[in-house]
């Protein structure tokens, strides 16, 4: 006996036993049916975007000004660290690559793989 067969038959057995209820169960039934049917909730397909606002929506509504301020706080300084970092780092970058063009250094030095250890020397001192 597989599964629709038996679903089929339990279906069959409780519409059978339907038409012996009295019509006071059956307009209870009725009733609570429709006020399941009210109380379900529908779902709602909205966009990824849509969704973003109503969860940041939600969530600010419960947040007061000094939470919301101290975040931009730090998410601006880590902003601010981030650049910062960024920009030594080419700052760096450069004054290499304006001592090396500065240089009489020969074609065959740069390839050298002893140029390196003697780069990362020069940066340290």
Same mark, same amino acid.
Do not use: C
């Given at each position: 006996? !597989? ?6 038959? +339990?279906?069959?057995?409780? !519409? ?8 006071? #169960?059956?307009?209870?039934?009725? &009733?609570?049916?429709?006020?399941? /049917? ?5 779902? $709602?397909?909205? #966009?990824? /975007? ?5 969860? $940041?929506?939600?969530? /600010? @509504?419960? /947040?007061?000004? *000094?939470?919301?301020? =101290?975040?931009? +706080?730090?998410?601006?300084?880590? =902003?601010?660290? #981030?650049? %910062?970092? &960024? ?16 240089? @009489? +250094?020969?074609?065959?030095?740069? #390839?050298? *793989?002893?140029?390196? $250890? %003697?780069? *990362? ?5």
């Amino acid at each position: 006996m !597989n599964e629709l067969y038996f679903a089929h038959r +339990v279906r069959q057995h409780l !519409n059978r036993g339907l038409h012996e209820l009295p019509p006071t #169960t059956i307009g209870r039934l009725e &009733a609570a049916r429709q006020r399941a /049917l009210a109380q379900q909730r529908v779902a $709602v397909h909205r #966009t990824v /975007l849509a969704s973003a606002g109503s969860f $940041v929506h939600r969530h /600010l @509504d419960h /947040l007061h000004l *000094k939470q919301i301020l =101290a975040g931009l +706080v730090l998410i601006s300084g880590i =902003a601010f660290y #981030t650049y %910062w970092h &960024a920009d030594q780092s080419i700052a760096e970058l450069g004054a290499i690559d304006s001592a090396l063009l500065a240089d @009489d +250094v020969p074609i065959g030095a740069l #390839t050298d *793989k002893g140029f390196e $250890v %003697w780069l *990362k020397s020069a940066r340290s001192q």
